[in-house]
C-alpha cells in the first residue's frame, strides 16, 4: 500500500522505542512532535520530513537519507547519526549533545543556535554548513571537512578539531591560544 504525501502524519503521535525501518521512503512525513526515543529508524530514506520539536533521544538514525529535512528544536541528545545525510536539512536550536554524527554528511545544513556540545562529528562533511552560534564544547570534529562554514559567534572551548581549521579559528579570534 502507497500512502500519498499530503495524507502521512504522525504529528504528536507516541512511537517511543518502535522500529520503524519499514517506513521508508515516506517524503515529506509530517513527525512533528512526535515521541520517537530510542526508535530505530536506521537505514531509513525521506526527504523533507518534518521532525520539529521531536523527541528522538538516544534513537539511532544510522545511515539514513534526511536530505532536506526540518529538525529545528528536536531533542537528539545521545542519538546515533553516523553516516546519516543530512545535507540541507534545518537543524536550528536542536539538541544534539553526545550525539554521534562519524561520517555524517552535513553539506550546506543549518545548525544556527543548535546544541553540539560534547557529540562526535569525526570524519564528517561540513562543507557550507551554517553553525552560527552554535555550541560545540567539548565536540571532536578531527578529520571533518569544514569548507566554507559559517562560524560566527560558535563556541568551540575544548573541542578537538582540524588542525587548519583550528589555525582559522584562532587567526579571526574564535577560539583562545
Not at 59 to 87: H, P
Not at 145 to 150: A, E, F, K, L, T
Request: charged share 25%; proline share 1%; hydrophobic share 40%.
Amino acid at each position: 500500500m502507497e500512502i500519498p504525501e499530503s495524507d502521512f502524519t504522525l504529528e504528536e503521535i507516541k512511537l517511543s522505542s518502535k522500529n520503524l525501518e519499514q517506513a521508508e521512503k515516506v517524503a515529506g512525513a509530517n513527525l512533528t512532535n512526535a515521541d520517537l526515543e530510542g526508535a530505530d529508524l536506521g537505514g531509513i530514506s525521506i526527504s523533507d520530513a518534518d521532525f520539529s520539536n521531536a523527541d528522538l533521544r538516544s534513537a539511532t538514525l544510522r545511515d539514513a537519507g534526511l536530505v532536506g529535512a526540518d529538525f529545528r528544536a528536536a531533542d537528539l541528545n545521545g542519538a546515533d547519526l553516523g553516516e546519516i545525510n543530512l545535507s540541507e536539512a534545518d537543524c536550528s536550536d536542536v539538541d544534539l549533545r553526545e550525539a554521534n554524527l562519524q561520517n555524517a554528511n552535513l553539506g550546506s545544513a543549518t545548525f544556527e543556535a543548535a546544541n553540539l556540545s560534547g557529540a562526535d562529528l569525526t570524519d564528517a562533511t561540513l562543507i557550507g554548513a551554517d553553525l552560527r552560534d552554535a555550541d560545540l564544547s567539548g565536540a571532536t570534529l578531527t578529520g571533518a571537512n569544514m569548507s566554507n562554514v559559517n562560524v560566527a559567534g560558535a563556541i568551540f572551548d575544548g573541542a578537538e578539531l582540524p588542525d587548519d581549521v583550528e589555525a582559522q579559528l584562532r587567526q579571526a579570534g574564535l577560539i583562545d591560544d
